[in-house]
C-alpha cells in the first residue's frame, strides 16, 4: 500500500473527504516526526511505539579496496510492534 491508497482508506473508513484525509495523515507524520527529532516516543497502546534510536560510530571497510573508513554516529528511527498488533497477525 503506498500513501495515495492510504489515503483512500482512511477516508473511507472514517468517512472523511480524501483531502481531510490526507490533511490528517500529513498531520500524524508531521507529529510523529516532530517528536522523534526532540528525542521522545509516540506509544500506540496497541499498534506499537515509535522511538529514536542511536546507531554508534563505527569503522568498516570498504568492500573495493579493502580500505577502512570511519562511520559517524547517526540517529534512526525505529518502529516497535505493540502484543496487540502482533497477536493479529498471528
Not at 46 to 51: L, P, Q, R
Amino acid at each position: 500500500m503506498n500513501k495515495s491508497e492510504l489515503i483512500v482508506a482512511l477516508a473511507q473508513k472514517a468517512e472523511l473527504s480524501k483531502k481531510d484525509a490526507e490533511k490528517a495523515l500529513g498531520a500524524f507524520v508531521d507529529v510523529v516526526t516532530e517528536t522523534l527529532k526532540a528525542g521522545d516516543k509516540v506509544q500506540l497502546v496497541g499498534f506499537g511505539t515509535f522511538e529514536s534510536k542511536v546507531r554508534p560510530a563505527r569503522t568498516a571497510r570498504n568492500p573495493r579496496t579493502g580500505e577502512e573508513i570511519k562511520i559517524d554516529e547517526t540517529k534512526t528511527a525505529a518502529f516497535k510492534v505493540g502484543k496487540a498488533l502482533k497477536d493479529s497477525l498471528n
